[in-house]
């Protein structure tokens, strides 16, 4: 298992991620998608820090769990958002809710 | 002590003024205003008594500042000597045995309280010019002395003819104080104060001028007579006195008789040190000829107080020309004495007017009875009464032809009236205008003698001329009214004599006609003693005069000793100092008595043996008698020239105010509306909105085109944002 394992893997999680948030019709599926880029992001902190610096130094492993305390408060704050446009607009959809449509 | 009962002489009358108008505002009069009038007028005249033994030889000015400008400094200010002392004694004492009069004469008034309260401020509007010891002070003073008489005049505004008068009075005068602003500002700008004595004052500056170019002081001296010409009623601004007349005769007497007319007179007294021989010659020939025109005009009329309106200007006349001709003691003696007999004659013939006034069933409506007699002959000037002559418009009860025989109806009235008329033919020795009218006329001829001067010989014989001329005019009124027998069985019939409050104050004043009274002792030279004349730094007797004996000098006998000393000093001090015993003094006394003598005689002849026929005296002299009759013609010339000139040049400016000025505002209102207006409305409409429009247009249509990226779909945006990145990716991924 090399670095690039990692980083390959972290590649495949953030293409997922944005395939999904840009093509997914519903909220909750494009929340989803955002959750697989933080992931990869994270995956590429833990990586990078395993093998570029020393094994005392656990700096990146550390960011990563930031980074998952942030996606979870993302999560709760984005499905809040999501329930607010429910109720305003009836529909999860994005591409429903186009009220700033020039 | 001068400066509180200054002050309460000016505050008392200023109180009861204040008093009625405080009431007034409230919408009530108060019915006793006469009483309250009458007693501030009282305790003022009980100061002016109590300041007597405050008069000082050298009194100095009490002033404060008023107003401070940069360098500009007005203040404001007393001064008080013996010249004073004697005006607010005369002003007082005139003021109050007129408010006494009016209280009977104007009773059932239905403006009573009012005439009281005009009154009031006329007397602290005179106090205040007499105390004054500045020339703005004077001319406030002066102004609302003005203002006063021409509240009184048309005091009766009903009559169309009250309201021409004042309004005539106002306006005449004013015309006069137009040269005397004028006159102030000069000595302003030389002397930077309004202070006529102290150090800094206007006399003190004057003195130091130094014997350099002194014309500008001529014309400043007679530029301020001017004002005096117009308050005084001197020749040629005399008409609107006798037109004063319409106001009450209470008003006649103490305004156009007894102190405002004598204001001019004070005021010239007061300016005594600036005056230069020019401006005083100036001076001595208006004086002189107003004394001669208004006396010839007072012979032929028949309206009895219109006779002493004119009788009022000559003598006023008189005191001109004894101030022109360096008596200024003289002149104030004339002032003072004329003051109290005038204001009795006044008095007297309301007393005869109230008398005569035949429908007053209750007295003092006789103002009503004026106005319909006025009314009556208006529009109908050839109206005849029953007395088979032309009234021209002249009131019955004034017209001396309707009197006759009234001495024993009216004893009080004509034994006091025939005392002032004694007084003011100048009989001698006894009677007090003799005595003052005398001292002029010595005064005359001594300068006349001292500075050889033909000017005034000239205005000597003029001088003498009226005074024969007074005494024959007076004794007619005093013929035609109280002897003879009654010509208006009706008016005589109903005549009485005046009630108490009328008597008393022509008793008073018949005692104040007498020297003795006038001058507080038995020697009427002893004026002298009181009122000092100021010295006349430009005055000097012309430098031919102390050469050459003049004839007349040295026929009267002068002693040499008296030539030199008018050789040595000037005959300015000379005539002064020895004055009583001038030889002209002589002279001008013989003279004198021989005149009046002859006045009073061809009157006596003329009215009451009827030796000879006035009618006929007058249709032999026809061209003189129309002249004196249409009194020299100064109205018609006024109203001929300078009434019609203004009417005319009004008429022009009219004219020319229509057609061109307006022609002009009209013409820029075409011209702005059509071209400039227009170019400027097609400006903005083509250029400035279509700016507007265009950056407007290119605004929307941008903006029609870029919002179709705004689709609103967020997923778009993130392809974008994808997009851009992996654009910039590509673009900066040699630094990668």
């Given at each position: 298992?090399?670095?690039?394992?990692?980083?390959?893997?972290s590649a495949i999680?953030?293409?997922?991620?944005v395939?999904a948030?840009?093509t997914?019709?519903?909220?909750?599926s494009?929340l989803?998608?955002?959750?697989?880029?933080?992931?990869?992001?994270?995956?590429?902190?833990?990586?990078?820090?395993?093998f570029?610096t020393?094994a005392?130094?656990i700096?990146?492993q550390?960011?990563a769990i930031?980074?998952?305390v942030?996606a979870?408060a993302?999560?709760?704050?984005?499905?809040?958002?999501?329930l607010?446009?429910?109720?305003?607009?009836?529909?999860i959809?994005?591409?429903?809710?186009?009220?700033?449509?020039? | 002590?001068?400066?509180?009962?200054?002050?309460i002489?000016?505050?008392c009358p200023?109180?009861?003024?204040?008093?009625?108008?405080l009431l007034?505002l409230?919408?009530?009069?108060?019915?006793?205003?006469?009483l309250?009038?009458?007693?501030a007028?009282?305790?003022?005249?009980?100061c002016?008594?109590l300041?007597?033994?405050?008069?000082?030889?050298h009194?100095?000015?009490?002033?404060i500042?008023?107003?401070?400008?940069?360098q500009?400094k007005l203040s404001?200010?007393?001064y008080f000597?013996?010249?004073?002392?004697v005006?607010?004694?005369?002003?007082?004492i005139?003021?109050?045995?007129v408010?006494?009069f009016s209280?009977?004469y104007?009773?059932?008034?239905?403006?009573?309280p009012?005439f009281?309260?005009?009154?009031?401020?006329?007397?602290?509007?005179m106090?205040f010019?007499?105390?004054s010891?500045?020339?703005l002070g004077?001319?406030i003073?002066w102004e609302?002395?003005g203002?006063?008489?021409y509240?009184?005049i048309g005091?009766?505004?009903e009559k169309?003819?009250?309201?021409d008068a004042?309004?005539k009075?106002f306006?005449?005068t004013?015309v006069?104080?137009v040269?005397?602003?004028?006159?102030m500002?000069m000595?302003f700008?030389?002397f930077?104060?309004f202070?006529?004595?102290?150090d800094g004052g206007i006399?003190?500056?004057?003195a130091?001028?130094?014997?350099g170019d002194?014309?500008?002081?001529?014309i400043?001296?007679?530029?301020?007579?001017?004002g005096?010409i117009?308050k005084?009623a001197?020749?040629?601004?005399h008409?609107?006195l006798?037109d004063?007349?319409?106001?009450?005769?209470?008003?006649?007497?103490?305004?156009?008789?007894?102190?405002?007319v004598?204001?001019?007179?004070?005021l010239?007294a007061?300016?005594f040190?600036?005056?230069?021989?020019?401006s005083?010659?100036?001076?001595a020939y208006?004086?002189?000829?107003?004394?001669?025109?208004?006396?010839?005009?007072?012979?032929?009329?028949?309206?009895?107080?219109r006779?002493l309106?004119y009788?009022?200007?000559?003598?006023?006349g008189?005191m001109?020309?004894?101030?022109?001709?360096?008596?200024?003691?003289?002149?104030?003696f004339?002032?003072t004495?004329?003051a109290f007999f005038?204001?009795?004659?006044?008095?007297?013939s309301?007393?005869?007017?109230?008398?005569?006034a035949?429908?007053n069933g209750s007295?003092?409506?006789e103002?009503?009875?004026?106005?319909e007699h006025?009314?009556a002959?208006?529009?109908?000037?050839e109206?005849?009464?029953?007395?088979?002559?032309?009234?021209h418009?002249?009131p019955?009860e004034q017209?001396m032809?309707?009197?006759?025989?009234?001495?024993?109806?009216m004893?009080?009235?004509f034994?006091t009236?025939?005392?002032a008329?004694?007084?003011?033919?100048?009989?001698?020795?006894?009677?007090?205008?003799f005595w003052?009218?005398?001292?002029i006329?010595?005064?005359?001829?001594?300068?006349?003698?001292?500075?050889?001067?033909?000017?005034?010989?000239?205005l000597?014989?003029?001088?003498?001329g009226?005074a024969?001329i007074?005494?024959?005019?007076?004794f007619?009124l005093?013929?035609?009214t109280f002897?003879g027998?009654?010509r208006?069985?009706?008016m005589?019939d109903h005549a009485h004599e005046?009630p108490?409050?009328?008597?008393?104050p022509?008793?008073?004043?018949?005692?104040?006609?007498?020297?003795?009274?006038?001058?507080w002792?038995?020697?009427?030279w002893?004026?002298?003693?009181?009122?000092k004349?100021?010295k006349q730094p430009?005055?000097?007797a012309?430098?031919?005069?102390s050469?050459?004996?003049?004839?007349?000098?040295?026929?009267a006998g002068?002693?040499?000793?008296?030539?030199?000393?008018?050789?040595?000093?000037g005959a300015h001090?000379a005539?002064?100092?020895h004055h009583a015993?001038?030889?002209a003094?002589?002279i001008?006394m013989v003279?004198?008595?021989?005149?009046?003598?002859?006045?009073i005689?061809?009157?006596y002849?003329f009215y009451?043996?009827?030796v000879?026929?006035a009618?006929?005296?007058?249709?032999?002299?026809?061209?003189?008698?129309n002249?004196?009759?249409?009194?020299y013609?100064?109205?018609?010339?006024?109203?001929g020239?300078?009434v019609?000139?203004?009417?005319?040049w009004?008429?022009?400016?009219?004219?020319?105010?229509?057609r061109?000025?307006?022609g002009?505002v009209?013409?820029v209102?075409?011209?702005?509306?059509?071209?400039?207006?227009?170019f400027t409305?097609?400006?903005?409409?083509?250029?400035v909105?279509g700016?507007?429009n265009?950056?407007a247009?290119?605004?929307?249509?941008?903006?029609?085109r870029i919002?179709?990226?705004?689709?609103?779909?967020i997923q778009?945006?993130?392809?974008i944002?994808?997009g851009?990145v992996?654009?910039l990716?590509?673009?900066?991924?040699r630094?990668?």
């Amino acid at each position: 298992m090399t670095l690039q394992h990692y980083l390959v893997i972290s590649a495949i999680l953030f293409t997922l991620g944005v395939f999904a948030v840009l093509t997914r019709r519903n909220a909750i599926s494009i929340l989803m998608g955002i959750e697989l880029i933080l992931n990869s992001c994270n995956l590429n902190f833990a990586a990078f820090s395993r093998f570029m610096t020393p094994a005392q130094d656990i700096n990146g492993q550390i960011i990563a769990i930031f980074g998952i305390v942030l996606a979870a408060a993302e999560a709760a704050v984005f499905l809040a958002i999501i329930l607010a446009i429910y109720r305003e607009f009836g529909t999860i959809q994005p591409d429903q809710t186009d009220t700033l449509k020039g | 002590m001068v400066v509180p009962l200054i002050s309460i002489i000016l505050l008392c009358p200023l109180a009861a003024f204040a008093f009625f108008g405080l009431l007034s505002l409230t919408g009530r009069n108060y019915s006793r205003q006469d009483l309250v009038s009458t007693a501030a007028m009282l305790i003022a005249a009980i100061c002016s008594f109590l300041l007597l033994p405050q008069i000082t030889s050298h009194p100095e000015p009490i002033s404060i500042p008023w107003i401070e400008i940069d360098q500009i400094k007005l203040s404001m200010g007393f001064y008080f000597d013996s010249v004073t002392a004697v005006m607010l004694l005369v002003v007082t004492i005139v003021s109050s045995l007129v408010h006494i009069f009016s209280i009977g004469y104007m009773h059932g008034d239905p403006r009573y309280p009012r005439f009281f309260a005009f009154l009031s401020l006329f007397s602290f509007s005179m106090l205040f010019l007499v105390v004054s010891d500045n020339l703005l002070g004077i001319y406030i003073g002066w102004e609302l002395v003005g203002l006063c008489s021409y509240l009184l005049i048309g005091f009766w505004f009903e009559k169309d003819s009250a309201a021409d008068a004042c309004k005539k009075a106002f306006l005449t005068t004013r015309v006069g104080d137009v040269g005397m602003f004028v006159g102030m500002m000069m000595l302003f700008t030389k002397f930077h104060t309004f202070a006529l004595y102290g150090d800094g004052g206007i006399f003190a500056a004057v003195a130091n001028l130094g014997s350099g170019d002194i014309v500008w002081l001529s014309i400043a001296g007679v530029l301020i007579f001017c004002g005096a010409i117009g308050k005084s009623a001197q020749v040629p601004l005399h008409t609107w006195l006798p037109d004063a007349m319409e106001g009450p005769t209470p008003v006649s007497a103490l305004i156009h008789a007894a102190t405002m007319v004598a204001a001019g007179v004070y005021l010239t007294a007061r300016m005594f040190p600036i005056l230069t021989p020019d401006s005083s010659l100036t001076i001595a020939y208006v004086g002189g000829i107003t004394a001669i025109v208004a006396a010839t005009i007072a012979i032929v009329r028949f309206d009895i107080k219109r006779v002493l309106a004119y009788s009022t200007i000559s003598q006023l006349g008189y005191m001109m020309l004894g101030i022109g001709a360096g008596s200024y003691v003289a002149g104030l003696f004339h002032l003072t004495t004329h003051a109290f007999f005038k204001a009795l004659l006044f008095l007297g013939s309301g007393s005869v007017i109230h008398a005569l006034a035949v429908h007053n069933g209750s007295h003092g409506d006789e103002h009503d009875h004026e106005s319909e007699h006025h009314d009556a002959d208006h529009g109908d000037t050839e109206h005849h009464d029953d007395a088979g002559f032309d009234s021209h418009g002249i009131p019955a009860e004034q017209d001396m032809r309707h009197m006759g025989g009234l001495r024993k109806k009216m004893p009080i009235t004509f034994l006091t009236m025939l005392i002032a008329t004694l007084s003011i033919s100048g009989v001698p020795f006894v009677f007090s205008g003799f005595w003052s009218k005398d001292a002029i006329l010595a005064g005359v001829l001594d300068r006349a003698m001292a500075w050889d001067s033909v000017h005034y010989y000239i205005l000597f014989i003029i001088a003498l001329g009226a005074a024969g001329i007074t005494a024959f005019y007076m004794f007619r009124l005093i013929f035609m009214t109280f002897f003879g027998k009654p010509r208006n069985r009706e008016m005589y019939d109903h005549a009485h004599e005046s009630p108490g409050s009328m008597a008393i104050p022509l008793i008073i004043l018949a005692v104040l006609s007498f020297p003795i009274v006038n001058t507080w002792s038995f020697n009427p030279w002893s004026f002298d003693k009181h009122v000092k004349a100021p010295k006349q730094p430009h005055v000097h007797a012309p430098a031919h005069a102390s050469e050459e004996r003049p004839v007349l000098y040295a026929l009267a006998g002068a002693s040499n000793a008296h030539a030199a000393e008018d050789a040595g000093h000037g005959a300015h001090d000379a005539a002064h100092d020895h004055h009583a015993h001038s030889p002209a003094h002589t002279i001008a006394m013989v003279l004198s008595i021989i005149v009046a003598s002859f006045g009073i005689l061809l009157s006596y002849l003329f009215y009451h043996r009827k030796v000879f026929s006035a009618e006929g005296a007058a249709s032999r002299l026809r061209p003189l008698y129309n002249l004196c009759w249409g009194k020299y013609y100064f109205d018609e010339f006024y109203n001929g020239v300078i009434v019609a000139l203004s009417v005319a040049w009004a008429g022009f400016l009219r004219v020319f105010d229509l057609r061109v000025i307006d022609g002009i505002v009209n013409l820029v209102g075409f011209i702005t509306r059509a071209v400039v207006a227009a170019f400027t409305g097609w400006f903005d409409n083509k250029f400035v909105d279509g700016l507007v429009n265009w950056v407007a247009q290119i605004t929307w249509s941008v903006g029609g085109r870029i919002r179709r990226i705004q689709t609103g779909a967020i997923q778009n945006y993130l392809l974008i944002v994808l997009g851009g990145v992996v654009l910039l990716i590509l673009i900066f991924r040699r630094y990668l």
